[in-house]
């Protein structure tokens, strides 16, 4: 993995959480998306998933529009680990689930893993619990979203899995990946960048049901998640986080 990521910038490590808590994680958020009714072409209206216990809109809609689960202090400690396993005290809501994944992606043994990994040494971190729903939610990349130093992306994503909604979102189609793009010139919001191949410094990394995406990226990189189409078959739910060097 590590000679990968030296390469290439980027790696996908597949079926990245144990059994008993990828499919916890995986029947919670497909029990959500059921009971919100979103996507296969349902049509939701914009206060979907919305509640007191914690999911927010975040925009300006201009530029961005998904819903963060509250963020408190990390304390990456045993006890926030132990409330991610089958073992430990459940947590009740898909939110507080992914809170504790959260937490352990700030845990020094997780830092340490994804620094062997990567070949980066982080000295902070940064992260946030999100949900695109479908029809509603993307991301744009724009000169808000660069940074003054390289830095290490980790997103551990949530998604249908079912074999035909896998191709799915492994072809782009319904959006839902999360694409890293050289600042433009213009220095303006961008909505659709279409790359292939032989598109220089574009690095597109697709949605994935339990798998742990790392893209050192670097310095004046722009960001953006594609707008997830109404005909995907769910939402991306994920642990977004970002390591820095300096």
């Known amino acids: 993995m590590r000679a990968q990521v030296d390469a290439q910038g980027a790696a996908l490590l597949g079926d990245f959480l144990i059994p008993p808590i990828a499919d916890v994680l995986r029947r919670a958020t497909a029990d959500a998306d059921c009971k919100d009714v979103v996507g296969r072409g349902e049509l939701a209206p914009y206060d979907t998933g919305l509640d007191r216990r914690g999911w927010r809109a975040v925009g300006p809609p201009q530029l961005r529009r998904y819903l963060r689960h509250r963020t408190k202090p990390v304390r990456a400690s045993a006890a926030a680990a132990k409330r991610a396993t089958p073992g430990g005290a459940a947590p009740v809501t898909v939110g507080a689930r992914l ?78 990946f999360e694409c890293y793009v050289p600042s433009a010139d213009d220095e303006g919001a961008a909505e659709v960048y279409r790359a292939d191949d032989d598109t220089e410094g574009v690095t597109s990394i697709h949605a994935k049901c339990n798998a742990l995406s790392l893209f050192v990226r670097p310095r004046g990189t722009m960001k953006f998640v594609k707008y997830v189409s109404a005909g995907a078959p769910g939402s991306r739910w994920d642990v977004a986080a970002e390591y820095f060097t300096e």
Not at 138 to 160: D, I, K, P, R
Request: glycine share 8%; aromatic share 6%.
């Open 99 to 176: 809170q504790a994944v959260r937490a352990l992606m700030h845990s020094a043994p997780f830092v340490q893993l994804v620094s062997a990994l990567s070949g980066v040494s982080p000295r902070r971190c940064a992260s946030e619990v999100r949900r695109f729903r479908p029809g509603l939610d993307y991301t744009l990349a724009h000169v808000g979203t660069l940074q003054a130093a390289s830095t290490l992306e980790a997103s551990l994503a949530f998604v249908a899995d079912d074999p035909d909604d896998a191709q799915m979102w492994d072809s782009g189609d319904v959006g839902g």
